[in-house]
C-alpha cells in the first residue's frame, strides 16, 4: 500500500509561484515513477507533469512547459513541483500519483487546491 499527501496549495495572484509538495509513505519510493495531475471546475483531469525513479527526463503538458518544474527528493520520500508565472487557468486541485510497477496511476492523494486570481 502506498500513501500519498500533498500540500503547498493555496491563493496566489497572476504571475507569482507556488511549490507543492508530494509525500509518499508505505513502499520503497525510489522505485515509483510520480505524476501531478490537476482537475479543474467542470473539466476532466489533466496531466501536468511526471518524473521517474532518477529524476532524469521529466515530462511537461505543454500549457506548463517552461512554467513549472518536477524535482524528487528520494531521501525525503517527496516529489515536488515548483510552479512560477502562474495563470488563472492554472486554478485547479492538484494531485500527485504513483505508479509502482508500470502498470499505471495506481495510487492518488487527496488533491491540494490552487487558485490563481486575475
Known amino acids: 500500500q502506498v500513501q500519498l499527501v500533498e500540500s503547498g496549495g493555496g491563493l496566489v495572484q497572476a504571475g507569482g509561484s507556488l511549490r507543492l509538495s508530494c509525500a509518499a509513505s508505505g513502499r520503497t519510493f525510489s522505485a515509483f515513477r510520480i505524476g501531478w495531475f490537476r482537475q479543474a471546475p467542470g473539466k476532466e483531469r489533466e496531466f501536468v507533469s511526471t518524473i521517474n525513479w532518477s529524476g532524469a527526463a521529466p515530462l511537461y503538458a505543454d500549457s506548463v512547459k517552461g512554467r513549472f518544474t518536477i524535482s524528487r527528493d528520494n531521501a525525503k520520500n517527496a516529489v515536488y513541483l515548483q510552479m512560477s508565472s502562474l495563470r488563472p487557468e492554472d486554478t485547479a486541485v492538484y494531485y500527485c500519483?504513483?505508479?509502482?510497477?508500470?502498470?499505471?496511476?495506481?495510487?492518488w492523494g487527496q488533491g491540494t487546491q490552487v487558485t490563481v486570481s486575475s
Open positions: 500519483a504513483a505508479d509502482i510497477s508500470g502498470g499505471g496511476w495506481s495510487y
